[in-house]
């Protein structure tokens, strides 16, 4: 077969007709004009493209960030100059600053791994840093960030060449536009990261392998461009796979052995560095690749990316890959050859764990090209020749525009253009640390590890390596030397912290500030408290602080003695903890609002969550009233729980929320998730939008590891439900979406907290949790009252109803005003599955919600919330007495939405 361009003097020569296969043919070439006519042309076509190039790059460069920032462009970057000065290892610096031993197990930074006893290796392949290196040597380092945007262009024209040389300019064209707007193109074109060098090495390779004439120049370049990929990204050793098995299908010995000849002294080299940094060739500095798991979780993800191209390509991705595999312009081999390099990476990245955004799909740019010829070659079939050629020619550029659009409106709709802003918080971070620390300081950190080191001189060690003893007896050390200890952390670094058993760095700790947007925060740590706050987990005595044992509660010593009823309150400002209760001789009776009674059995032990604010506060007294004595309460995070009698399954969240409010409030709801048992649990939410049958509903599953702890931060901007509703209720139960789990072994705690993100006395970091409400707790047929409302002056109350209910729900409120005995009545039906809020108004004193019906039952839950109009806080309230109706069964569930398929991958 023969190849689809013409001798390599003339690489992008036009000819001036084509056969079926795309082949060229001189024959209309004469010597009357034609050949200098054609020259022309070619001339013409260089110089647009030329333009097409330095045009697409200056757009790259304009968004494209020239900072090293997050794990990725921090670590290309830095290699990249540790490359320019001869070297891979370093040493570190970092506690021998205060007359420790280095130990670069605890203070390597991201993208680095210790090596030896005191330096660093890189963790990324050099083959991209290492072209940034050569840039660095001759321009200076700014001319790093020169690279990616350089390649990205690259690759579109060679994108361009490929399909031009098989399709004809048309198909070149519409190959280059359908790759250059891709959101994942654009994302990593922005970034110094290795996706698009990966993908210009694997379009270089396609190109040489189809584009060029068979020859020694052809086969030379094929075998540096697939073996400098592999520098690059190693798993473009697949490409390699996919040209091996095409030359020898097709016979092509002599090919094959030069170019073999000419890659294998790239895999030689690969092999070397990785023998010398890692202590194998076949090792990278990844250490063991998240491959493999259950066969359904490989489909999932690779179902995933497909979607992830549908979305990508303005909704119609995957048909028009499925129609460009059936007709098409390229010979069927050749279809096969590109269907084939796009399957070998779906196949890898299928099984690659790492999945949890949509950005994901950067990974799958090598083998984009491909997918551009192939689905170029499509829609160049529909304007080939016949009737009515000018209208389909026309629908065909109609449809690429339209294509084009729909992918440039999906990268808004990402905030791509955004990238360059969002990695400025980087050096901002360094020099607001540089700015605040007082030497000699150790600076901990994780996702900042490393861009405070390359934009300051401060010595920086990772608070999330080593084991909690480890850490803490390094810091103390260091403190003890005169070392002064600071905490650069992310929002979301703060559940890390927490759950890892590292809370005790920030006992003491002062908050010098935050950087935003991002909210990096920078505490000062406390030398005197890191030692003593630091415990084993099940050496404590008793209580923590901020909780508070009051009404019949005595203790003497060791000895604790209960006589009536006893509470147990966490402060309004504390996190969510867990109270162990251990009954004595005598059974014990736990009350909380809005649940029924619960015991303890005379000798047993259960783990009771205990959450601040008036909702979260346990009563405890003994079972008939009578004095009795009981070992010590103990307090533990949530993550400690070890009984489990008192969990459920499934559980309510009733209120969850991004909504404005009055006065310029934003009220927002943080939902905790916690895995007790021993062994992974999948758990599954399902939003309720307020004000609508939500029969048809939401999906988002997660699976949690044993003991892990997890904190949705802002719960109605997770993707999966983002598009829907800005208020409503959330099921949240363990299992998949349509088959739940409800043995034992599925049991975990969800608690969560509204609260109005912008108060001048609230944070995100503050707010009263709520339980989350199995379906026991739920009101059917019956009532609930809400006595004794808090609240004076201008406080707004309102009542908020969801229902765990295949049907509509008819609803009664009554109120009772503080000013008189006035009040009023609201009567409201609650769609199925549904949600919805009344505001009561102000002076509410007491509240009465009455499920009206229908007669079949169901699951229903009230609450109220009170908004102190001064400050903006607000406290959430469950019932204090329920009446419940008693519907039968296990609650029903929502069908998944079906246009869940469709939504922000």
């Keep these: 077969m023969r190849p689809c361009a013409l001798p390599p003097a003339a690489p992008f020569l036009v000819v001036l007709r084509y056969r079926p296969n795309g082949g ?39 968004f494209s960030s020239d900072v090293p920032g997050g794990s990725d462009s921090w670590g290309y970057v830095s290699e990249a100059m540790r490359l320019s000065h001869g070297r891979f290892y370093e040493r570190e610096h970092v506690l021998s600053r205060f007359g420790l031993p280095e130990d670069p197990s605890l203070t390597h930074p991201l993208a680095y791994i210790e090596k030896g006893p005191e330096e660093t290796v890189p963790t990324y392949p050099f083959g991209y840093p290492l072209l940034m290196a050569f840039a660095i040597k001759l321009l200076g380092l700014q001319a790093a960030f020169w690279v990616t945007p350089i390649l990205a262009a690259g690759v579109v024209l060679l994108t361009y060449w490929l399909g ?26 922005f970034q110094p990261w290795s996706d698009l060098p990966a993908a210009f090495f694997s379009a ?46 097709r016979r092509e010995w002599r090919r094959l052995f030069r170019v073999a000849v000419a890659v294998v002294p790239f895999l030689l080299v690969e092999a070397l560095v990785n023998w010398h940094l890692f202590g194998a060739p076949w090792r990278s500095g990844y250490g063991e690749l998240p491959l493999g798991g259950p066969v359904a979780e490989i489909l999932a993800r690779g179902g995933r990316h497909l979607l992830r191209l549908n979305v990508q390509q303005a909704g119609v991705g995957l048909v028009l890959f499925a129609l460009a595999l059936l007709w098409n312009r390229l010979t069927t081999a050749r279809r096969f050859l590109l269907t084939g390099v796009f399957a070998v990476f779906l196949g890898f990245f299928a099984a690659y764990r790492i999945d949890d955004a949509w950005w994901y799909f950067r990974f799958l740019m090598p083998a984009m090209p ?42 808004e709709r990402k905030r791509v253009f955004s990238a360059k802003e969002g990695e400025q918080k980087y050096p901002r971070v360094a020099a607001f640390v540089a700015d605040q620390v007082e030497q000699p300081a ?7 590890s490393g861009s405070i080191r390359f934009y300051t001189d401060l010595p920086t060690a990772r608070y999330d390596l080593g084991t909690p003893e480890k850490l803490a007896d390094v810091v103390t050390r260091v403190a003890r030397a005169g070392g002064n200890l600071y905490l650069v952390v992310e929002e979301w670094e703060i559940d890390d912290i927490v759950n890892r058993g590292r809370s005790f760095l920030l006992a003491g700790a002062d908050l010098l500030g935050d950087v935003k947007p991002g909210h990096v925060a920078v505490y000062r740590l406390n030398p005197a408290n890191l030692a ?4 084993p987990e099940g050496s404590g005595s008793g209580a923590a602080a901020g909780v508070a044992f009051d009404g019949g509660w005595l203790t003497t010593g060791g000895q604790w003695r209960l006589h009536g009823t006893g509470m147990v309150r966490l402060s309004p400002d504390a996190e969510p903890e867990v109270a162990r209760l251990c009954a004595g001789g005598d059974a014990l009776v736990l009350e909380r609002r809005g649940f029924p009674a619960a015991s303890v059995a005379a000798g047993a032990c259960t783990d009771v969550p205990l959450l601040p604010g008036p909702a979260g506060r346990l009563a405890v007294s003994p079972l008939g009233g009578k004095a009795t004595t009981l070992p010590p309460v103990r307090v533990s995070p949530v993550g400690a729980i070890q009984f489990q009698d008192q969990l459920s399954t499934a559980y309510m969240v009733p209120q969850v929320a991004h909504l404005q409010g009055m006065r310029g409030s934003l009220w927002k709801t943080d939902v905790l998730i916690v895995n007790p048992q021993p062994h992974p649990l999948q758990v599954t939410g399902r939003f309720l939008p307020s004000g609508r049958d939500n029969r048809d509903a939401p999906a988002a599953t997660t699976v949690l590891a044993a003991g892990a702890v997890l904190t949705l931060r802002d719960v109605v901007r997770v993707p999966e439900f983002a598009w829907l509703g800005n208020s409503g209720a959330l099921l949240v139960y363990a299992g998949e979406p349509a088959t739940p789990c409800a043995t034992a072994e599925c049991r975990f705690l969800v608690c969560s907290r509204t609260y109005n993100s912008v108060s001048g006395q609230e944070s995100q970091g503050a707010g009263e949790w709520l339980p989350g409400l199995p379906p026991e707790a739920s009101v059917a047929g ?26 509509a729900v008819h609803v009664r409120v009554s109120y009772k005003s503080t000013n008189d005995d006035r009040g009023g009545v609201q009567e409201v039906t609650v769609p199925a599955f549904g949600h919805v809020r009344l505001g009561l108004g102000t002076h509410v004193e007491q509240i009465e919600v009455e499920v009206l019906g229908p007669p079949g039952g169901g699951w229903v839950f009230p609450y109220a919330s009170v908004v102190d109009a001064e400050s903006g806080r607000a406290i959430h309230l469950l019932p204090d007495g329920v009446t419940p109706g008693g519907a039968g069964g296990p609650p029903p569930l929502p069908k998944v939405l079906s246009s869940e398929l469709r939504r922000d991958l």
């Design 164 to 189: 031009r040389a098989c399709l004809g300019r048309a198909g070149g064209t519409v190959a280059a536009v359908l790759l250059g707007v891709l959101p994942n193109f654009f994302f990593g074109a």
């Design 370 to 411: 491909a997918v551009a010829v192939l689905e170029a070659g499509f829609l160049v079939h529909l304007a080939g020749p016949g009737r009515l050629r000018r209208l389909r020619t026309a629908a065909v550029a109609l449809a690429t525009c339209a294509l084009a659009l729909g992918s440039h409106r999906y990268a």
């Design 782 to 807: 019956g009532h609930a009252s809400f006595r004794d409302v808090p609240g004076s002056g201008e406080a707004r109350t309102s009542v908020g109803v969801a229902s765990w209910t295949g049907h």
């Design 532 to 535: 003593g706050s630091f415990a």
């Design 442 to 448: 150790l600076v901990l950190a994780m996702q900042h």
């Design 24 to 62: 060229a043919s001189l024959e209309a070439l004469s010597t009357n004009g034609h050949i200098e006519r054609a020259r022309r042309s070619v001339g013409r076509e260089v110089l647009v493209l030329a333009l097409v190039f330095f045009a697409y790059l200056g757009m790259v460069r304009h």
């Design 204 to 249: 270089l390779s396609l190109v040489a392998l189809l584009a060029m004439p068979a020859g020694l120049p052809a086969d030379l370049t094929l075998g540096a461009a697939l073996g400098f990929g592999v520098w690059v990204r190693p798993n473009l050793g697949l490409l390699i796979g996919v040209v091996c098995l095409w030359l020898v299908w």
